[in-house]
């Protein structure tokens, strides 16, 4: 039987064998940790103690009354030693809680497990999963309360947990669910229980055989689990492909999956919902891939949220030559940043160090009109057309004819585009003024 996929779309080298094989390590808590308080698609949250404070690991330190937010919690315990502004792996500044480790890992005593939670209601259950301020950790970082509590006009079947991790280097996912199946399975009996005992899909793709084998077994026979092999192919794990491969449902424009019956997570996400309500812990550390040729002993860490970037490529050798990028993230769909002095953010699943060597650096050259860019977009866009009306500042015919925001921003089209033009980066930029023209808008 052939492994199921998406039409469109690339193949990548994927350069994940330095990694893949190779089992999780759990690094070194920081001395410091840096704890920013925006780590969320939503309202950054506000501190809840102060300078001077001694603090629990597993403490809430930062919360808001806004709908869509997350609170963040203290990866150590120790000494509140500055709220200042610290430089984010979003490129600026953002308000953090400096905490001195005082090295004893001393718990929170309001921690609370709930081992037996299916005898909890929906409601309590993801009052706790806010709590512990679980997001997407796919990269997205949604609030996941509000994800498992669709509006009441959505008719939800479907609950898919994301396995595909089709980003060059990353494999982090890979060695979760090779080392801890019975956590993606648990955490995915746990949001089907939310949702009302839902069908559950677990997707991922075929280059991963042994992470297949394991999920499937974690799974059993029969029940409402079914485990598929994908296709290995780029952006497999983008949520509206992974929709239309397992169900063969589109998600309209501008639309959420909800609208098309599902609910969507990332295995780690699904972990850590099951970690959070088995054993308290609130989301405090969590998996990233260290990689590229760039750094001397590429691995797996399991890293606690607010330790320096800086250190975690210590953990794995140091740097290996003269390094020309450090990406935060995959290098489709991650950021550059010029310093490595930012801190592990519940978002961020890999940094890949390039070299000199290993990238291109030939200026763009014009658009040959050879259509690749189309033939590789997942979405049906016309990059070229998007980067055109970005480049014109005609942002709102790239709105209005051409889609503007159905762009998941994957990268398929600068990856394949001869003449290396940066149309996803053109795209990203018109998306921003676009956003900030309505912001101001509604301010009036």
């Known amino acids: 039987m052939r492994n ?148 009441s006009d959505k008719s939800i079947d479907t609950v898919i947990i994301n396995g595909a991790e089709c980003e060059d280097y990353l494999t982090a996912d890979h060695r979760l669910m090779v080392e801890h199946p019975e956590w993606v399975i648990g955490g995915a009996l746990i949001i089907s229980h939310i949702l009302g005992n839902l069908k559950i899909l677990v997707g991922i793709e075929a280059n991963k055989p042994d992470a297949l084998t394991a999920i499937r077994q974690a799974a059993g026979v029969g029940g409402n689990i079914s485990v598929i092999a994908l296709d290995t192919k780029y952006p497999q794990g983008g949520e509206k492909e992974m929709i239309k491969v397992l169900l063969d449902r589109e998600v309209p424009s501008g639309g959420l999956p909800s609208e098309a019956g599902v609910v969507v997570n990332n295995v780690a996400t699904a972990a850590k919902i099951f970690e959070l309500i088995t054993t308290g812990m609130p989301l405090i550390s969590r998996g990233v891939t260290i990689s590229g040729p760039g750094v001397n002993a590429p691995g797996n860490l399991i890293a606690r949220i607010g330790t320096s970037i800086e250190e975690l490529i210590s953990e794995c050798g140091g740097y290996k030559g003269k390094i020309a990028k450090v990406i935060i993230g995959g290098p489709m769909t991650g950021i550059s940043l010029f310093t490595t002095l930012v801190t592990l953010t519940k978002s961020i699943g890999g940094v890949v160090l390039m070299r000199h ?21 997942p979405v049906y866009l016309m990059p070229i057309a998007l980067y055109h009306y970005s480049r014109s500042l005609n942002y709102d015919q790239a709105v209005e004819a051409y889609g503007l925001f159905d762009c998941i921003e994957c990268g398929c089209c600068s990856y394949v585009c001869p003449g290396r033009l940066p149309l996803v980066e053109s795209i990203k930029h018109a998306k921003a003024e676009v956003n900030n023209k309505r912001q101001k808008q509604r301010g009036r």
Not at 366 to 375: E, G, K, P
């Open 4 to 151: 199921k996929t998406f039409p469109q779309g690339i193949h990548l080298r994927y350069h994940k064998q330095a990694t893949a094989g190779k089992p999780t390590v759990i690094a070194k808590a920081p001395a410091v940790a840096v704890v920013p308080l925006i780590q969320h698609v939503g309202a950054p949250c506000i501190p809840q103690i102060n300078v001077g404070d001694h603090v629990f690991m597993g403490q809430k330190i930062g919360d808001a009354e806004a709908l869509i937010t997350a609170p963040v919690h203290s990866p150590v315990s120790g000494k509140v030693i500055a709220l200042e502004a610290r430089f984010h792996v979003m490129r600026r500044d953002v308000l953090s809680v400096v905490i001195e480790n005082d090295g004893e890992d001393e718990l929170y005593p309001d921690i609370t497990p709930h081992p037996d939670w299916e005898r909890l209601d929906p409601d309590t259950l993801r009052k706790i999963i806010r709590e512990g301020g679980i997001v997407g950790m796919g990269g997205a970082a949604f609030p996941t309360h509000i994800k498992l509590a669709p509006q």
């Open 357 to 377: 060597e290993d990238i291109s650096h030939e200026d763009p050259v014009v658009c040959i009109r050879c259509a690749r860019c189309v033939d590789a977009c």
